[in-house]
């Protein structure tokens, strides 16, 4: 299982790090419906920490076009359910084959490397805070380009699709 692929997958909703149901069945060669047919038949297992499902603004976000199809036609007719690092731990336990344990592994391990990440942006971060008190005045150009840099980039404009007519004023 790739990693990276996986850590592509990792989302931040409602500050939890979290994988959609869709996105894991397909991890999983599993249809989305099987996957959350499981889930639903051992929902004890899923308290809303581990496991909840996404509102229509947040599954809205998540994609350019969100619509529901119509019965007979295949698609998506729920909103998306998300699982928490506990809730995809625990779907090895609803879904039992070779497939979902080497998955599991590979997932468990992405969210390792991700806080791993983390935790060293954030010691790092706290280094150059003590390192700023240390010394003078002479460096604060230094640090505040250091600061600078450690930002995340802003996010690029979007052009909207389609037509775009003379502004009205």
Avoid: W
Wanted: hydrophobic share 40%; glycine share 6%.
């Amino acid at each position: 299982m790739r990693a990276e692929l996986i850590e592509r997958r990792i989302l931040l909703i409602r500050g939890h790090k979290v994988m959609l149901d869709n996105h894991l069945a397909e991890l999983y060669e599993v249809p989305t419906f099987r996957l959350n047919e499981a889930v639903k038949r051992n929902r004890r297992r899923f308290p809303e920490d581990f496991m909840f499902q996404l509102g229509k603004k947040e599954a809205g976000c998540l994609t350019s076009q969100f619509a529901m199809s119509k019965p007979g036609r295949g698609g998506r007719r729920t909103l998306p359910y998300v699982f928490t690092e506990q809730g995809v731990a625990m779907l090895s336990t609803v879904l039992n084959s070779e497939r979902a344990i080497a998955v599991n592994i590979g997932i468990m391990r992405a969210f390792v490397r991700l806080r791993q990440i983390l935790a060293t942006h954030k010691d790092l971060a706290e280094r150059l805070a003590a390192m700023e008190k240390k010394y003078d005045q002479r460096f604060k150009v230094v640090f505040d380009t250091l600061k600078r840099l450690m930002e995340p980039a802003p996010e690029p404009r979007k052009r909207p699709i389609g037509f775009v007519g003379p502004r009205k004023e």
